[in-house]
């Protein structure tokens, strides 16, 4: 990426690491697995209003890990939001591997697609991205303004 983020303000190689530390657990489990990992980090801000008026105005870190695995025709995915440590890394590779041993075979799984690069975020607006709550407060009370009040 040319900007130094994966998603909203964390660094890409944070969420390459924690998703090779995921690989890295499925391949100890099963190193004949095919396994998908997608991670996704960063901040989701929210203002809203009404009437006139803002009536929410919140932000929270937002950490995701999902894990998909197919081994001898079975197929299952898990994801973890929260806290990333090796216990429940550990937990979220357990599990996925405990319901693809009593999913059925998938006759028609046509296996994983082969990695692709990721193209880069050229629609960043660090500005956007940094915003405070303040500053979202600003701008919606400056769009309320502009319309009327209403």
Do not use: C, K, Y
């Not at 599990?95 to 050229?122: C, I, N, Q, R």
């Amino acid at each position: 990426m040319s900007a130094p983020r994966a998603g909203a303000g964390v660094p890409e190689t944070d969420a390459l690491a924690l998703a090779e530390r995921v690989l890295a657990l499925v391949r100890r489990r099963a190193a004949s697995a095919e396994a998908e990992v997608n991670v996704r980090t960063g901040t989701l801000a929210l203002t809203r209003f009404a009437n006139g008026a803002i009536h929410q105005n919140v932000a929270e870190d937002l950490r995701e890990v999902g894990v998909r695995i197919a081994m001898d025709g079975r197929v299952a995915a898990a994801r973890l939001d929260g806290p990333v440590g090796d216990d429940e890394l550990r937990a979220l590779v357990d599990g996925v591997f405990e319901a693809a041993a009593v999913s059925p075979v998938d006759d028609d799984w046509p296996g994983l697609a082969s990695p692709t690069p990721t193209p880069d975020v050229d629609h960043w607006d660090d500005a956007t991205g940094d915003a405070s709550p303040d500053e979202r407060a600003a701008l919606v009370a400056a769009f309320v303004t502009a319309a009327g009040g209403s």
